[in-house]
């Protein structure tokens, strides 16, 4: 089975993250600039002019298509990297994906979401 991550971390820690990734291996990813909140409300700022709230804070939305095998360490990686410790580090959901077709090949499952040094590749040079 194939699964998707897709995690959401604060724009500062997007660097980090993407460095984690490639130390194990993940190349392929699509990234996205959004806006949202979580638990909290926002920050709040003071002006001359009174009290204004910015409760839509900028984030970095990665996803990652890749087999079963790879999940844990995958989390782990963007976990450990995207991590302060305070509120607003981020989420990370995991869904199932049901099926994969590389478009410039025709290639299914598998087979499309190989790349050339990545995480597959190397755990199959070093069997």
């Known amino acids: 089975m194939t699964k998707k991550i897709e995690a959401i971390i604060r724009e500062e820690k997007f660097h980090a993250v993407k460095k984690a990734l490639s130390d194990i291996g993940i190349v392929g990813m699509t990234v996205f600039d959004v806006v949202g909140r979580g638990r909290g409300s926002g920050i709040e700022l003071q002006w001359r002019t009174g009290k204004y709230v910015v409760d839509l804070l900028p984030r970095k939305q990665i996803n990652i298509i890749l ?14 990297a995207a991590y302060t410790g305070d509120k607003g580090d981020g989420v990370i959901f995991v869904y199932p994906v049901d099926r994969v077709i590389r478009i410039s090949t025709g290639e299914e499952g598998k087979e499309a979401l190989s790349y050339q040094g990545d995480i597959d590749a190397r755990k199959k040079n070093a069997k």
Do not use: Q
């Open 67 to 80: 087999s079963d095998e790879n999940v844990e360490a995958t989390v782990e990686a963007i976990k450990r």
